[in-house]
């Protein structure tokens, strides 16, 4: 049972928005842009009309078109053949207008992630699925293009000035969020724990971590009884409710007024994504 809010207690839960981050990234970018000699182009391929996909799209499709950054979208049929889709990538491979390509994931089954990973040039793989990219990031080597999301993480964080060399549990240990943001906090001194599906005793190991960044994708299924008092969360995930409205792993509702701090959906990490993405179009 949830329960009530007390009257007359002060909310004392700070909310990590992005709203701030974002506009002064955003001022960054656009002084950039203007610098360039030839507005770089973002290529986005999609299988399909999955909500989500459709969601991300107009979200990314928005934001650059407030820098003034062409997009080209490829819409393909989800019965689309591995080799079809291999063909159009090795197109936009040698097209110099384009600075970056994103293929919405996942992808149908019967496609072959791995020859599609392969396919892709390293230097416009935008979301980090060629093996070298990704090589390079468990090699230590985060300058290059990583996922976006455990970046956003990372950089919202730090912007509100937390130390990240302490306990961090991620709950997520897949090669787009939880391998790479381990790197990424690693490489800032944390102790990190890595938990799934199969993880026994999920609430204890929450308890007693400083940090826990969750992306399970299963919608306010984490309420105030796996945090406490001194829980920090940063909620990766990013979902529709029964209502329609976008929401994380976290219930915000009840965790509001107990946890000491975490990153709300929409608002959050997710907020920072589409200009990390089209900030990472920039490059020699």
């Not at 384009?98 to 392969?118: N, S, Y």
């Not at 990031?137 to 919202?156: H, R």
């Not at 599906?197 to 309420?223: P, R």
């Amino acid at each position: 049972m949830r329960m009530k809010k007390r009257k007359g207690i002060k909310n004392m839960t700070k909310i990590l928005t992005s709203k701030d981050l974002r506009k002064r990234l955003k001022e960054k970018l656009l002084e950039k842009i203007e610098n360039l000699n030839e507005k770089p182009v973002l290529a986005i391929i999609r299988l399909g009309q999955r909500p989500e996909d459709l969601s991300y799209e107009k979200g990314l499709t928005k934001t650059a078109k407030e820098l003034s950054i062409p997009v080209d979208i490829y819409k393909l049929e989800v019965q689309t053949k591995t080799i079809q889709l291999i063909s159009l990538i090795e197109k936009l491979n040698e097209d110099k207008k384009v600075k970056g390509i994103l293929i919405f994931r996942p992808l149908p089954k019967h496609i072959d992630e791995k020859e599609v990973a392969l396919a892709i040039s390293p230097q416009k793989d935008l979301d980090c699925i060629n093996p070298i990219n990704k090589a390079k990031i468990y090699d230590g080597d985060v300058n290059g293009f990583i996922p976006l999301s455990p970046k956003a993480a990372v950089m919202l964080m730090e912007d509100y000035g937390y130390n990240l060399a302490k306990r961090a549990l991620i709950i997520n240990r897949s090669q787009v969020v939880g391998k790479p943001l381990a790197m990424l906090l690693l490489n800032r001194n944390a102790t990190v724990t890595i938990a799934h599906s199969k993880t026994e005793n999920i609430k204890e190991l929450i308890k007693k971590s400083d940090y826990v960044f969750t992306a399970m994708g299963k919608m306010k299924s984490l309420d105030r009884s796996f945090f406490t008092e001194k829980s920090i969360i940063i909620d990766l995930s990013i979902g529709i409710d029964e209502n329609g409205k976008l929401c994380g792993d976290i219930d915000q509702e009840d965790v509001n007024d107990f946890v000491q701090a975490y990153t709300p959906v929409p608002g959050g990490v997710g907020s920072l994504t589409n200009l990390l993405l089209l900030e990472s179009l920039i490059h020699e």
